[in-house]
């Protein structure tokens, strides 16, 4: 349930009402907007069955939401939610662009793709230092030394860092070295990860599951705001169907049935999305076109040698044309490029 507050409502009312709920041991969660604060009602609220709530002072209406979710819903938060990574911008009118290998492999690997991904107008370095391989023969990333290469090139480069995280133990390492964290298509519905990173209140990049739904998604990223962490942005990396041309089936029609529902930004990942490099560049272009208020993608120095994804990777010749066509695309739907 949310408690929609008046217009005018004092600080004292607002309190009042929190003291209330606080009382009957429900948990709150404010949201103040630029018109009228909402109060968002945590815990069995059958215990308000019979209560004066309603016509508590400065309290406008009740309304029940129907929907699993709560705090990631537009009920809650009207206006979308922009979230400001250290001068970087996610979501308004701001189009986040996020690039990088798909892991880590070296020093010398990492700084040519950022000193090059700087130059283009990237503000965040993807690189992942926990790869989640689907054999355990695979290139399994080079843990917190990875981590620190990305620090280091942060500290040369002055690109913001975005890492994937896979367990608690790797959530505390990365906590030490990265801007944004990522959790993976693989672990967005571990739970217990979700809460950790809840409470650490640490930006975060929120892949949908492999095969996850709209609303699973939606509640993945209930459970990161639930423990007080309201800076998450959702990443659309494509859905396992029953298409085998592509890796992924990339549907973007999340893009703007996310904007509906929820405040939370949206990016998309055209290279998990599609699996194959000449999807990438084209695949960008609609996820812009499509309203995402952000990009992630692979880039790699040279992709036939990448330990990881390198079908998916673009090349620096590509993704300078995909930067070039995203530039002239993003202010027909007045979209500014953060910087
Ligand atoms: C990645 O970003 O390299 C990755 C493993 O992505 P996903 O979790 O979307 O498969
Ligand atoms: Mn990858």
Request: some cysteine; aromatic content about 6%; proline content about 5%.
């Amino acid at each position: 349930m949310v408690i929609v507050m008046k217009a005018n409502a004092t600080e004292e009312q607002i309190s009042g009402v929190e003291k209330f709920l606080s009382n009957l041991e429900l948990g709150v969660h404010i949201s103040t907007g630029s018109e009228r604060t909402i109060i968002g009602v945590i815990g069995d609220k059958r215990i308000l069955i019979d209560t004066p709530l309603e016509i508590m002072p400065g309290v406008d209406r009740l309304v029940p939401i129907m929907e699993p979710y709560k705090l990631v819903g537009k009920t809650f938060r009207p206006e979308s939610t922009v979230i400001n990574i250290q001068g970087v911008e996610v979501g308004g009118d701001s189009l986040v662009m996020m690039a990088g290998p798909c892991a880590v492999e070296s020093e010398k690997q990492l700084i040519e793709t950022a000193v090059f991904l700087k130059e283009q107008g990237v503000q965040i370095l993807r690189g992942g230092a926990y790869k989640p391989r689907t054999s355990p023969y695979s290139f399994q990333g080079l843990g917190e030394e990875g981590l620190k290469l990305l620090a280091r090139v942060r500290e040369e480069t002055g690109l913001l860092i975005v890492s994937e995280v896979v367990s608690t133990d790797s959530l505390e390492k990365a906590l030490k070295y990265v801007d944004v964290l990522q959790v993976g298509a693989r672990n967005m519905q571990n739970f217990d990860l979700l809460q950790h990173i809840g409470k650490s209140k640490m930006p975060v990049v929120l892949k949908r599951g492999l095969s996850s739904n709209i609303e699973e998604w939606l509640n993945a990223a209930e459970y990161i705001l639930n423990e007080g962490n309201y800076q998450v942005i959702l990443c659309e990396r494509g859905i396992r169907t029953f298409e085998t041309a592509t890796r992924n089936t990339l549907d973007l029609s999340s893009v703007p049935l996310i904007k509906e529902i929820s405040h939370l930004p949206i990016i998309v990942d055209p290279s998990h999305g599609t699996g194959k490099w000449n999807l990438v560049t084209p695949m960008a272009r609609a996820a812009v076109a499509a309203g995402a208020d952000g990009l992630i993608v692979e880039v790699h120095p040279n992709p036939q040698f990448a330990l990881s994804d390198g079908n998916q990777s673009l090349n620096f010749e590509s993704f300078s044309t995909l930067m070039d066509e995203i530039r002239k695309i993003a202010p027909i739907l007045k979209r500014e490029l953060s910087q």
